[in-house]
């Protein structure tokens, strides 16, 4: 448990500088490296204990946890030359607490796992707990502990809580033909970012923003859980990747119309410039934490959200069409896909 020794942690210190500045973590001290993130977090009504006992306490009136982690990886899921600590901290939580939402759950708490050398600037992870809080802030949770060990490369690794609020949860079974699929967020933005970012330009600032901090629309979930959503899922892996999960969980076929996407302009001249069909990044393109789900035929839903495609019976085996045809571009992420 992330605890600072001494008890509760002091109310949140903003501004995102350390109270030792110029010194490592490894000058720092584990204890000391635990007064400075503990510092940064404030807790919210469902933190009945927070940072400074064994285990941290935290209100489910439900009855019903529901929990998601993850890891972020330097070199494999982040870049210091391309993300600040404070960017790596915001989208650590992001893809956590969509996870959360996707389900049709509140988020409510994060616990934090960190691995850093002992010679990285004190600056970093501080600052990355400030992100952490300020993710968690727009997502109406709070950081409630973890730990931090030192290794030789920076490895966050979060594990969110949610709260159901009374509702079923939206699991990726329950889609059924006739159901129409819609989606609501952003779709390619975080792809078109990244490559942007890999042939070293900094702009369109939007598109490298949307890579470095995604905004999942964490109150979509629990909104499509009371408009009678089927079945859902955020778009961590690519639209065409995560609708494949549905439809193989609830043995459908999902047939997607790309006339029905949104393609902003900027985006195809990012996609012209690097000689990337744009279309490409909104089908496949992952990290942008959308939320996708699938609705009854006649269910009302708000203006945020877009119909994009239909579920349909299986003409072979459980899969997702692209206007009609099998997607055999391929795309999507696997992390051990090479």
Not at 76 to 88: G, I, K, L, P, Q
Not at 173 to 200: E, F, H, I, K
Not at 314 to 327: E, I, L, M, R
């Amino acid at each position: 448990m992330l605890s600072s020794p001494g008890g509760q942690p002091p109310p949140h210190f903003s501004g995102g500088v350390p109270r030792t500045p110029g010194r490592t973590v490894g000058e720092l001290g584990e204890f000391g490296l635990i007064r400075e993130l503990t510092s940064r977090i404030t807790p919210t009504p469902a933190v009945r204990i927070g940072p400074g006992d064994d285990a941290a306490v935290v209100a489910a009136p439900d009855r019903r946890v529901v929990a998601s982690t993850d890891l972020l990886v330097e070199g494999r899921h982040f870049r210091r030359d391309w993300s600040t600590a404070y960017d790596v901290g915001r989208k650590a939580a992001a893809q956590n607490l969509a996870d959360i939402a996707a389900m049709g759950a509140a988020p409510t708490a994060l616990l934090l796992g960190l691995v850093v050398p002992a010679e990285l600037p004190a600056t970093w992870p501080a600052e990355l707990m400030d992100g952490l809080h300020d993710e968690c802030r727009v997502a109406g949770a709070a950081v409630v502990g973890g730990d931090v060990v030192r290794g030789d490369t920076i490895t966050v690794a979060i594990t969110a809580l949610g709260d159901l609020q009374g509702r079923e949860p939206v699991t990726r079974t329950g889609a059924r033909p006739g159901d129409v699929v819609a989606v609501t967020g952003w779709l390619g933005w975080s792809a078109a970012g990244y490559a942007v970012l890999a042939r070293g330009f900094r702009s369109p600032r939007a598109f490298v923003e949307a890579h470095r901090r995604p905004e999942p629309p964490y109150h979509a979930g629990p909104a499509a859980a009371e408009l009678g959503a089927t079945a859902m899922t955020d778009v961590s892996d690519g639209l065409v990747a995560d609708l494949g999960h549905i439809a193989e969980a609830s043995k459908v076929r999902i047939d997607i119309r790309t006339a029905a996407l949104d393609v902003p302009a900027q985006m195809s001249d990012i996609g012209q410039a690097v000689g990337v069909d744009p279309l490409r990044w909104v089908l496949t393109g992952g990290e942008d934490h959308a939320i996708v789900a699938t609705f009854p035929p006649d269910a009302k839903l708000p203006a945020r959200w877009r119909r994009v495609g239909e579920v349909l019976h299986p003409s072979a085996s459980p899969q997702v069409t692209v206007d009609g045809a099998p997607w055999t571009a391929g795309g999507g992420w696997d992390h051990f896909g090479g």
